[in-house]
């Protein structure tokens, strides 16, 4: 017989057009779908050998030698196989996916496994193998090996367990023993986990389903969110509901990346020491992956909250000071503050119709008011009478209109804001927000006050400086003339004048 007859004849037996088929549309479907990369090149390999198979096959039997049966059974295990492959591949790779049917990946190897075994015997009772026979006669070798592979058949068992009943499931964050991370993926022997430190870790599928395995930021019907603990101490000089409340407002109202808004973070006192009182900051994360970063974000907010309140973190009780604090010390300490706060008043035009003394004046009634990044500095609508002076940082401002909030300026220290709220008592126009940490005084009514009562004229040269400022904007959007420029700022002058004068009781 021709070879060509002979190697149809064999094809056709061995089911090789409909490997060759399905295989086809597997490879033009990878473009398109996702297809498991290890399966798609072990389909391809079966195919290859079973090929090579069927052209010795033929080319034996071609010129009569026995060769060609010994090669025949195997070659058509090698063809089950990869209509086995093919047929995995199109099944769980398309035509599931297509349904929305989304089967595990140990799942999916577990039944290639069983069709791979069933077509293999198939395939033997098809060429005349005794296959009661050779179960009986290899029942001691299966024992044996079965009780050599009772940990390998342990993980296989835990891991479809942990597959079927879902109570793990990939992208979740646990905790096995010392082992934190996110799961990123259940295979037959084991569970792949990533830990934050770029660490992969394979725990056995056994030490899964024998032990208490904690899923991280998981409750029923709510959010993936962690709850997270920040300890500060803070000396018994201030009352705890003070520290609670500065703290607690604080970080409710910044806002952080990362930090749940609901439920809200609060502020809880946690033990009673000697000399102080051990809080904790209690809130809810909602990127796991990032819990240090957003840690250092809320201690950084509790930080500076602290600050602008003037409460100080606890020392030891034991602490030993090395330097006495004399009151020359405590004077030249504050004889520099003062002259820090001085220049930054220099330094901005608001204050440019002070003398010196005047100004060294307000840099000591200024007050220190730090912010951390994400804090809010001003909220619209908020009726605050004092002026924020940025000596170093950066800050967003932005307008809401009852719907959407949207960013309208950007501010970088040395500058100042609140000036209206200053001078005229009027309520916040726009919510400013730390965008780095910020170095920032406040200046409150009471100090200007004094300064204006001394010299009310000053009241008018604020009122100019502030018109002119105001109408510069306006002049720039509405291209007005240099005339109407200035009749329209000798407008706002007046009634920002009268507004002064009215809010600070001047004659």
């Known amino acids: 017989m021709h070879f060509f007859e002979i190697l149809w004849a064999e094809a056709s037996r061995s089911f090789t057009p409909l490997v060759l088929f399905l295989a086809c549309i597997a490879f033009l479907l990878a473009k398109w779908v996702a297809i498991d990369k290890p399966r798609f090149k072990a389909m391809f390999f079966f195919i290859a050998a079973h090929l090579i198979g ?7 039997a071609s010129v009569g030698s ?11 295990i090698l063809g089950a196989a990869s209509l086995v492959g093919a047929s995995a591949t199109l099944l769980f790779a398309v035509i599931l996916p297509r349904m929305r049917l989304h089967t595990p990946p140990i799942v999916q190897d577990v039944v290639v496994a069983i069709a791979m075994v069933g077509s293999t015997l198939g395939v033997l ?16 070798f299966t024992a044996m090996l079965g009780f050599s592979l009772q940990d390998v058949i342990g993980n296989i068992a835990g891991g479809l367990a942990l597959q079927v009943d879902n109570s793990i499931e990939t992208g979740d964050w646990i905790k096995v023993g010392d082992v934190t991370g996110r799961v990123v993926e259940i295979r037959w022997r084991h569970t792949s986990v990533e830990t934050r430190n770029w660490e992969t870790v394979l725990i056995p599928n056994t030490v899964m389903t024998k032990s208490n395995v904690t899923i991280l930021g998981r409750r029923r019907g709510q959010p993936t969110q962690l709850r997270r603990f920040i300890y500060f101490n803070v000396d018994w000089r201030f009352q705890p509901g003070d520290v609670v409340n500065v703290v607690q407002n604080a970080v409710r109202g910044a806002q952080l990346a990362n930090v749940a808004r609901e439920p809200q973070p609060n502020v809880v006192l946690l033990e009673m020491g000697e000399s102080y009182g051990k809080y904790a900051v209690r809130y809810w994360l909602t990127d796991i992956a990032v819990d240090n970063a957003t840690d250092s974000s ?15 973190l606890a020392m030891p009780a034991h602490a030993v000071f090395v330097t006495q604090e004399t009151t020359d010390r405590k004077v030249i300490k504050t004889e520099k503050q003062v002259m820090r706060r001085r220049q930054l008043l220099s330094s901005l035009e608001l204050f440019n119709g002070l ?14 008011a730090p912010f951390a990044r994400g804090e809010v500095m001003t909220r619209q609508g908020a009726e605050a009478h004092w002026l924020y002076l940025m000596e170093d940082g950066k800050a967003v401002v932005r307008v809401s209109d009852g719907l959407n909030d949207r960013e309208v300026a950007q501010l970088e220290g040395p500058c100042f804001f609140g000036e209206m709220s200053l001078l005229t008592g009027e309520p916040r126009s726009a919510t400013v927000v730390a965008d780095s940490e910020v170095e920032c005084f406040r200046l409150d009514k009471a100090a200007v006050q004094q300064i204006i009562d001394a010299r009310p004229q000053l009241a008018e040269q604020l009122a100019k400086l502030l018109a002119d400022r105001r109408v510069a904007l306006q002049s720039a959007k509405e291209n007005l003339t240099a005339d109407a420029a200035r009749e329209r700022a000798a407008r706002e002058a007046n009634a920002l004048l009268t507004r002064i004068r009215s809010f600070f009781a001047l004659s």
């Open 54 to 60: 069927l052209v010795a096959t033929a080319g034996f």
């Open 66 to 76: 026995d060769a060609s049966e010994l090669l025949r059974t195997p070659t058509w």
């Open 125 to 140: 009772s098809r060429a005349g193998v005794n296959l009661s026979g050779l179960i009986a006669t290899s029942a001691v």
């Open 298 to 312: 809320v201690s950084a907010c509790v930080y500076f909250a602290l600050q602008r309140a003037d409460m100080t």
């Open 355 to 368: 003398s010196d003394a005047e100004r060294t004046e307000l840099a000591r009634t200024m007050k220190y």
